[in-house]
């Protein structure tokens, strides 16, 4: 596996931000704080995750007078295979045969998973 570890870590705030900006693409402050589903969240409190979000390279703007639009410059894909590898490398030695293994040990993962994990390796292009 290709080892990338040239992203920040996401707080949990920031990713939970980031992952409503990666669903809608391009997108106001406003639109981010309506898909929370809090009417109570103050929008400065927004406003400064999306900030820190652009200042760490996730995100980039479009300035419409003071509007800014948002949009995502990291790929959802690319953060998530920076996190495997994070976690292969601080759990499992950088080793993906560990990870299945512990998987498979700690229940898991069953038989049917394994079967269907084994056949896409055998055939990545499924």
Not at 10 to 25: C, D, F, N, P, S
Not at 52 to 59: A, H, M, P, S, T
Not at 65 to 79: M, V
Not at 99 to 104: A, N, R, T
Request: net charge neutral.
């Amino acid at each position: 596996m290709k080892r990338n570890n040239t992203l920040p870590t996401l707080t949990k705030a920031e990713e939970e931000v980031m992952q409503i900006i990666w669903q809608l693409g391009r997108c106001m402050v406003k639109d981010v704080i309506d898909k929370l589903g809090d009417p109570e969240m103050p929008h400065s409190t927004i406003s400064s995750v999306v900030r820190i979000l652009e200042k760490k390279g996730f995100v980039d703007h479009k300035a419409y007078g003071k509007t800014h639009e948002y949009f995502p410059i990291i790929a959802k894909d690319a953060y998530a295979q920076h996190g495997v590898t994070s976690l292969l490398d601080k759990y499992f030695s950088g080793s993906p045969k560990q990870l299945v293994s512990f998987l498979v040990q700690s229940k898991d993962m069953d038989l049917k998973e394994l079967n269907d994990l084994l056949k896409i390796l055998d055939d990545p292009k499924k």
